[in-house]
């Protein structure tokens, strides 16, 4: 019988599943083995300080796992991040219903929504609806299956529950946002749910870094006559085109 007690123990039974390539999951791991959380927890960080496993929120997995795109963007945020969630959170109508779309982006302006806000938060992404939980705001998480590289739920089932609610404003980032292409998304089932909350709110805002304005994705999300404002950190003439298309443009 194994002596779960003892640390090595525990920790050659996760070499074991690392081996065969599985996620940890650290809750999953706990009732399993029949100990605490943060038991598990400093037998992932021992793992890891053997090189065995990357730590992810909620669990590890293994070195030579692919690490998912969203998860990357997350541990390498880029540093304009914060004035851009600053000025796009300003936006937020304090009783209004808004979607927020997903992404590192979104995450952060959700994390800011003021005490004030009475409204309510709809989005498809878990992480950005537990930002705006923590935050203290109203939150309603649209399911359906997850898209690994943005973290959203897609599909028919996220698409039609979005359209049965009737938004004051939507919030989008951007893949990418090029004058003659419109907002641009690269996964077709993330471009489905973001035009689909665009389409059912009066105001549609897109968040993004001046990086993103000469990227363009593979699939259309919005022309640009059908954004009524950019927040973004890059310059005048960058942007001149986006004003000429009728874009409200907030500088950070």
């Known amino acids: 019988m194994l002596d779960l007690n003892n640390p090595l123990t525990r920790q050659n039974v996760l070499r074991e599943r690392l081996d065969v390539g599985a996620p940890l999951v650290a809750a999953s791991i706990a009732a399993e083995l029949g100990v605490s959380i943060d038991t598990v927890r400093r037998d992932l960080i021992a793992l890891e300080r053997q090189g065995l496993v990357r730590r992810v929120r909620g669990g590890a997995v293994p070195t030579t796992a692919p690490m998912p795109p969203y998860i990357a963007r997350a541990e390498e945020p880029d540093p304009i991040l914060g004035a851009l969630a600053e000025r796009a959170v300003q936006l937020v109508p304090e009783d209004g219903t808004v979607f927020f779309d997903a992404g590192t982006t979104m995450n952060a302006i959700a994390a800011r929504i ?135 443009v907030f500088h950070v």
């Open 114 to 248: 003021p005490q004030s806000f009475r409204g309510l938060i709809v989005t498809a992404a878990p992480s950005v609806a537990l930002a705006a939980l923590n935050a203290g705001a109203r939150v309603h998480l649209v399911g359906g299956a997850l898209c690994p590289e943005g973290a959203m739920s897609t599909g028919g089932q996220a698409e039609a529950a979005v359209t049965a609610i009737a938004a004051d404003l939507c919030m989008l980032g951007a893949c990418g946002l090029w004058p003659d292409f419109g907002l641009s998304a690269e996964d077709a089932g993330e471009a489905g749910v973001k035009r689909a909350m665009a389409r059912a709110a009066t105001q549609i805002v897109v968040v993004t870094s001046a990086t993103k304005l000469d990227r363009l994705g593979r699939h259309r999300v919005l022309s640009l006559n059908e954004i009524d404002a950019l927040v973004t950190d890059a310059s005048d003439h960058a942007t001149n085109p986006f004003a000429e298309a009728g874009m409200e």
